[in-house]
């Protein structure tokens, strides 16, 4: 991983606002995420994790505020420039997200055939090199449904890759996997951002894939980052907001509204 904070971040969301028929999700919401940086952000459900993960790859816009990745901000981009721009990206979805009709060798090569003029040839040892990478040998030609549910995940996160991507984005990896399933993909996570050189922001309500990835941890409260620190320091925290939820207790701030 990667601790260094470098001057210039590689995506950054600035007082950002947004509702949905009235119900205010973000609100004034800022964050920023250095090249080559792990960030984790954590919150308890309906805090807008998952509504920050489709702002940073332009999947919604603001009302107000502004993202900015790679120095580009996205509020100003058209559709057709945003469609371009999210070549930065790879994104992995909760289950996967795999189509059912394809193996998982089509469904990797899926972006491939669509965004690169890549020969078949080419195709064929790229999707190789990505199962390698996520420790998937000789199931090319099975389906999804013949997967389990943690190998679904890693070919999604092959299928992520396949663009050389600059950011790596995953939404709840690990949710709905046993904890030896879970273990798997928190330490192909870190290998994955150690041999790739990723800039990762990861959402999860898992605190112990959480500690185990993170450079740095960000906590998401009533719309706002309540806290973004050091993996170690976020352990520590006295915040109540914090605590709270570290300790999974019923009692505390988070449950008293």
Request: aromatic content about 6%.
């Amino acid at each position: 991983m990667h601790p260094s904070i470098k001057e210039v971040p590689m995506i950054s969301l600035r007082d950002v606002h947004k509702s949905f028929n009235g119900k205010k999700v973000l609100d004034g919401l800022s964050i920023e995420v250095a090249r080559g940086e792990t960030l984790v952000i954590v919150g308890g459900s309906g805090t807008g994790k998952s509504v920050t993960l489709k702002h940073i790859i332009g999947l919604i816009r603001p009302d107000s505020g502004h993202i900015v990745v790679a120095t580009e901000d996205l509020c100003c981009l058209s559709s057709l420039e945003l469609n371009r721009f999210r070549r930065l990206f790879g994104m992995s979805f909760q289950e996967g997200a795999l189509f059912d009709s394809m193996n998982v060798f089509e469904n990797i090569a899926f972006p491939l055939r669509r965004h690169t003029h890549k020969t078949e040839g080419e195709i064929r040892d790229r999707v190789h090199e990505c199962l390698d990478l996520v420790h998937l040998d000789g199931v090319e030609t099975r389906r999804p449904s013949e997967l389990s549910g943690g190998m679904r995940r890693r070919v999604g996160f092959a299928r992520a890759i396949s663009l050389e991507p600059e950011i790596l984005l995953f939404d709840e990896p690990t949710t709905g996997l046993d904890p030896v399933s879970s273990d798997i993909i928190a330490n192909l996570i870190v290998e994955m951002d150690e041999r790739l050189n990723t800039t990762t922001v990861t959402i999860t309500h898992d605190m112990k894939i959480a500690f185990k990835i993170a450079d740095r941890i960000a906590m998401l409260y009533k719309g706002k980052v309540v806290e973004a620190s050091p993996a170690e320091e976020f352990r520590a925290s006295e915040n109540p907001i914090v605590r709270q939820f570290i300790e999974g207790r019923a009692d505390g701030p988070l449950t008293e509204d």
